[in-house]
T-cell receptor, first 115, second 114 residues
Framework: GAVVSQHPSRVICKSGTSVKIECRSL??????MFWYRQFPKQSLMLMAT?????????EQGVEKDKFLINHASLTLSTLTVTSAHPEDSSFYIC???????????FGPGTRLTVL | AQKITQTQPGMFVQEKEAVTLDCTYD???????LFWYKQPSSGEMIFLIY??????QNATEGRYSLNFQKARKSANLVISASQLGDSAMYFC???????????FGTGTQLKVEL
């Protein structure tokens, strides 16, 4: 399967700071990337869908100004959690899909802890 | 709207035995795809197997096979010859044909015992 990397794998930050998470598709061109959030022992909740070169589409209830998504190239998407608060602490995981595949390939995830 | 139901929050299986993880779905779309992913404790989501709604044959990938019963709207995952490394959370997901969003079930925690 395709390889998707995510960085950092773990981040601890102070309340009020911003955190940027990178998602890279290493061996294929990802026309679409997805960002999910997962709370402990729960399923993945889609936050937003981003297509290369265009604005992200956010799911209902997800604050666009808080979770900034950029998909500037076919191999890189970033999620910035702005003015992070303890309730933003979660596992964030990205996935990438190509133009000719139905399958989404996931990154290893980023565990964010906001103190 | 699409929905995935996984009714088994936890399952136990002995090493080398086969195990079936249940998944039922609800969709009004005539074309859709069904996926199974494995999530070990480390967190990454590992793609296991895919079944298209129009595929005539059940999908197989090594020790994984998908028991697709379209009329019953079920897409159960069968893992043969279980190994200790199969212990993980397993998620079933559905994607509308032509769309790109996945809808996940609540997952089944599988534990393989000696």
């Amino acid at each position: 399967g395709a390889v998707v990397s995510q960085h950092p794998s773990r981040v601890i930050c102070k309340s009020g700071t911003s955190v940027k998470i990178e998602c890279r598709s290493l061996d294929f061109q990802a026309t679409t990337m997805f960002w999910y959030r997962q709370f402990p022992k729960q399923s993945l909740m889609l936050m937003a869908t981003s297509n290369e070169g265009s604005k992200a589409t956010y799911e209902q209830g997800v604050e666009k100004d808080k979770f900034l998504i950029n998909h500037a190239s076919l191999t890189l998407s970033t999620l910035t959690v702005t003015s992070a608060h303890p309730e933003d602490s979660s596992f964030y995981i990205c996935s990438a899909g190509g133009l000719y595949t139905d399958t989404q390939y996931f990154g290893p995830g980023t565990r964010l802890t906001v103190l | 709207a699409q929905k995935i139901t996984q009714t088994q929050p936890g399952m136990f299986v002995q090493e080398k035995e086969a195990v079936t993880l249940d998944c039922t779905y609800d969709t009004s779309d005539p074309s859709y795809g069904l996926f199974w992913y494995k999530q070990p404790s480390s967190g990454e989501m590992i793609f296991l197997i895919y079944q298209g709604s129009y595929d005539q044959q059940n999908a197989t990938e090594g020790r994984y096979s998908l028991n697709f019963q379209k009329a019953r709207k079920s897409a159960n995952l069968v893992i043969s010859a279980s190994q200790l490394g199969d212990s993980a959370m397993y998620f079933c997901a559905i994607k509308r044909g032509g769309g790109n969003k996945l809808t996940f079930g609540t997952g089944t925690q599988l534990k393989v015992e000696l």
